[in-house]
C-alpha cells in the first residue's frame, strides 16, 4: 500500500499531535482514518519498519489504570473506594450463590469508566485522547441505547446481527452471552450511580474493547496503543515495559512494508478459543472470528 493512498483526517492529525506533545515517540506510525483499515481507523507504517524495531514509545504515566485514576481524581476515588466497601460482601455472596467464576474485584472496568468520564467532565489532559474513542457494532448500539435492561425483543434483533457477521455461532449462546454483558453492565450502574446512564453505558461499552492486562492484577488503557487493530492471524507489533525507563515499548515481530497497517494480538498466541470464547470476543471487542479460527479436535468432542 502506498502512502499517497493514505491521508490522515483533522481528527487524526490532532489526536497524533497530542501524543506527540505528551511524549509518545512513534516517528514511524502514525493513526488514521480510511477504509482501507479493516476497523476504518488504525495505525499505519509511515516508513519501512524493520524486525525488532522500536515503532512505539509511551510514557507509562499515561496509561489509565485504577490507580493512575484515583491519583488524578481524589473525590471520585473516595467515592468510589466507599461504595467497593458496601459492595464486594454482596457481590462475594452473588457469585457463590449462582455459581459464577466472576472476578468479585471485576470493578475495575467501572471505575475507569468514571474515572474516563470525570477526565471528559473536568477537561483533564487525558479528555483528549479519550474524546477520540470510538466503537460501531451492534453490541455498542444496543448497550449505548439501552443500558437499563433493554425489551427482550432488541436483544434478540442483536442476537440477529451478531449471528448474521457469523452465521455458525449458536443464537442461544449468543443471547446468553449479551444478557451476561448488559448484566455487568447494570450491575456497575448501580456500584457508581451515574448521572448520565446513557453516557457511562457508551464508554463502559468502548473500554472493554480497549483494555489491556498490564501484569500484577492491574487491567488499563494506554494511549496510541489502544488505536491499534486486531489481528489473530498476522500480528505484526507486541507490547514490552521497559522498567527502567518506565515506559510501554511496542516492537515490530517482522519486517513491515511502508504503508502497511500495524496490528496486535488481542490474545496469546497459544490460546486456543472454542465457540464461548469466540462469541464472547465478538460481543466484548467487536471481532468476527469465524470457525476456522476457533473449531479444533478437542471442542468438536465436547
Given at each position: 500500500?502506498?502512502?499517497?493512498?493514505?491521508?490522515?483526517?483533522?481528527?487524526?492529525?490532532?489526536?497524533?499531535?497530542?501524543?506527540?506533545?505528551?511524549?509518545?515517540?512513534?516517528?514511524?506510525?502514525?493513526?488514521?482514518?480510511?477504509?482501507?483499515?479493516?476497523?476504518?481507523?488504525?495505525?499505519?507504517?509511515?516508513?519501512?519498519?524493520?524486525?525488532?524495531?522500536?515503532v512505539?514509545?509511551?510514557?507509562?504515566?499515561?496509561?489509565?489504570?485504577?490507580?493512575?485514576?484515583?491519583?488524578?481524581?481524589?473525590?471520585?476515588a473516595?467515592?468510589?473506594?466507599?461504595?467497593?466497601?458496601?459492595?464486594?460482601?454482596?457481590?462475594?455472596?452473588?457469585?457463590?450463590?449462582?455459581?459464577?467464576?466472576?472476578?468479585?474485584?471485576?470493578?475495575?472496568?467501572?471505575?475507569?469508566?468514571?474515572?474516563?468520564?470525570?477526565?471528559?467532565?473536568e477537561?483533564?489532559?487525558?479528555?483528549?485522547?479519550?474524546?477520540?474513542?470510538?466503537?460501531?457494532?451492534?453490541?455498542?448500539?444496543?448497550?449505548?441505547?439501552?443500558?437499563?435492561?433493554?425489551?427482550?425483543?432488541?436483544?434478540?434483533?442483536?442476537?440477529?446481527?451478531?449471528?448474521?457477521?457469523?452465521?455458525e455461532?449458536?443464537?442461544?449462546?449468543?443471547?446468553l452471552?449479551?444478557?451476561?454483558?448488559?448484566?455487568?453492565?447494570?450491575?456497575?450502574?448501580?456500584?457508581i450511580?451515574?448521572?448520565?446512564?446513557?453516557?457511562?453505558?457508551?464508554?463502559?461499552?468502548?473500554?472493554?474493547?480497549?483494555?489491556?492486562?498490564?501484569?500484577?492484577?492491574?487491567?488499563?488503557?494506554?494511549?496510541?496503543?489502544?488505536?491499534?487493530?486486531?489481528?489473530?492471524?498476522?500480528?505484526?507489533?507486541?507490547?514490552?515495559?521497559?522498567?527502567?525507563?518506565e515506559?510501554?515499548?511496542?516492537q515490530?515481530?517482522?519486517?513491515?512494508?511502508?504503508?502497511?497497517e500495524?496490528?496486535?494480538?488481542?490474545?496469546?498466541?497459544?490460546?486456543?478459543?472454542?465457540?464461548?470464547?469466540?462469541?464472547?470476543?465478538?460481543?466484548?471487542?467487536?471481532?468476527?472470528?469465524?470457525?476456522?479460527?476457533?473449531?479444533?479436535?478437542?471442542?468438536?468432542?465436547?
Amino acid at each position: 500500500m502506498f502512502l499517497s493512498t493514505l491521508t490522515m483526517s483533522f481528527a487524526d492529525s490532532t489526536f497524533n499531535f497530542w501524543c506527540a506533545s505528551n511524549g509518545i515517540s512513534a516517528p514511524s506510525a502514525q493513526v488514521i482514518t480510511t477504509p482501507l483499515s479493516v476497523a476504518g481507523r488504525g495505525v499505519f507504517a509511515m516508513k519501512p519498519i524493520l524486525h525488532g524495531e522500536t515503532v512505539v514509545s509511551i510514557p507509562a504515566h499515561l496509561a489509565l489504570t485504577p490507580l493512575s485514576g484515583a491519583s488524578n481524581f481524589s473525590l471520585s476515588a473516595k467515592k468510589l473506594g466507599k461504595s467497593r466497601r458496601k459492595l464486594r460482601p454482596w457481590y462475594r455472596r452473588f457469585t457463590a450463590f449462582t455459581e459464577q467464576e466472576g472476578d468479585p474485584d471485576d470493578l475495575w472496568l467501572a471505575e475507569l469508566t468514571a474515572y474516563s468520564l470525570e477526565a471528559l467532565k473536568e477537561g483533564h489532559p487525558w479528555a483528549k485522547w479519550i474524546s477520540e474513542w470510538e466503537r460501531d457494532d451492534p453490541v455498542q448500539r444496543l448497550l449505548e441505547s439501552n443500558p437499563v435492561w433493554p425489551y427482550i425483543d432488541k436483544v434478540l434483533a442483536t442476537a440477529d446481527e451478531l449471528q448474521e457477521l457469523v452465521p455458525e455461532f449458536c443464537h442461544k449462546k449468543i443471547q446468553l452471552g449479551l444478557h451476561l454483558r448488559l448484566e455487568r453492565l447494570n450491575r456497575h450502574m448501580e456500584f457508581i450511580d451515574p448521572d448520565d446512564v446513557f453516557a457511562f453505558a457508551k464508554i463502559h461499552t468502548i473500554l472493554s474493547s480497549r483494555v489491556v492486562d498490564l501484569g500484577n492484577d492491574v487491567t488499563g488503557i494506554i494511549p496510541f496503543h489502544d488505536m491499534i487493530n486486531h489481528s489473530l492471524d498476522d500480528p505484526n507489533l507486541e507490547l514490552a515495559f521497559d522498567f527502567d525507563g518506565e515506559v510501554f515499548k511496542m516492537q515490530s515481530t517482522r519486517d513491515i512494508r511502508e504503508g502497511e497497517e500495524i496490528f496486535i494480538s488481542y490474545t496469546t498466541v497459544d490460546e486456543v478459543l472454542d465457540e464461548d470464547k469466540a462469541i464472547w470476543a465478538l460481543i466484548q471487542w467487536g471481532i468476527p472470528l469465524h470457525s476456522k479460527v476457533w473449531e479444533n479436535d478437542a471442542y468438536k468432542e465436547l
